[in-house]
């Protein structure tokens, strides 16, 4: 069962942030390494989806977040930074969906 958390976004990636000093992770981290952590996790998530298993796809997907703060942060920028990036781009973007994914013009 998925547990609901009442942490900000910005609370959460702090936290994450925290635990990777714990844990040696930062400021150590290898950006190749922890592109290889996330690799594994998608592959998780890969298998989540074709179990359809809800609970595995919730924790895949927040396994693939931390790894991605990691990355983030061993660049030094912010998730929010990346995703506003990102954000910035997709909102002008155009396209159609085909056979249930979304083809950019």
């Known amino acids: 069962m998925t ?4 942490y900000t976004l910005d609370e959460l990636e ?3 942030i925290f635990w990777g000093h714990e844990k040696g992770i930062l400021p150590n981290g290898q950006a190749s390494k922890q592109f290889s952590k996330t690799l594994e996790e998608v592959s998780e998530l890969c298998s989540a989806i074709e179990d359809t298993d809800h609970d595995e796809v919730v924790d895949a997907i927040g396994d693939i977040v931390v790894t991605l703060i990691m990355q983030a942060h061993i660049w030094g920028v912010d998730l929010k930074t990346c995703l506003g990036s990102a954000y910035e781009v997709i909102a002008k973007r155009t396209g159609k969906m085909v056979n249930g994914v979304f083809v950019k013009d």
């Not at 547990?3 to 009442?6: C, E, F, L, Y």
């Open 14 to 16: 702090n936290k994450v």
């Open 3 to 6: 547990t609901v958390v009442n």
